[in-house]
Nanobody, 114 residues
Framework: QVQLVESGGGLVQAGGSLRLSCTTSRSIFSISALAWYRQAPGKQRELVAAITSGGRTNYADSVKGRFTISRDTAKNTVYLQMNSLKPEDTAVYYC????????WGQGTQVTVSS
């Protein structure tokens, strides 16, 4: 079973930036794709961005041009660089595989104030 630990969230003003990190207990190369998801209060969890073992990326339309997913294979870590943050980006952010087959971690809270 893969363990996932997210970090890097916080409180930021609209227009600001944050970088989230997700460290996995297994080599990234052994996981076909990793992704960032988020869940806002009262809403379903949604896919934000994904990256395959080959390095291909894709993004939700709502974050295209603002968020960037990347990875450091030596550290078994996936990142989410979030720029030009908006209040509607406020959510708990999680990482998981794509599909999300692993046990969810605790997530990291991102709060964007207007």
């Amino acid at each position: 079973q893969v363990q996932l630990v997210e970090s890097g969230g916080g409180l930021v003003q609209a227009g600001g930036s944050l970088r989230l990190s997700c460290t996995t207990s297994r080599s990234i190369f052994s996981i076909s794709a990793l992704a960032w998801y988020r869940q806002a209060p009262g809403k379903q969890r949604e896919l934000v961005a994904a990256i395959t073992s080959g390095g291909r990326t894709n993004y939700a339309d709502s974050v295209k041009g603002r968020f960037t997913i990347s990875r450091d294979t030596a550290k078994n870590t996936v990142y989410l660089q979030m720029n030009s943050l908006k209040p509607e980006d406020t959510a708990v952010y999680y990482c998981n595989g794509r599909p999300a087959l692993f046990t969810w971690g605790q997530g990291t809270q991102v709060t964007v104030s207007s």
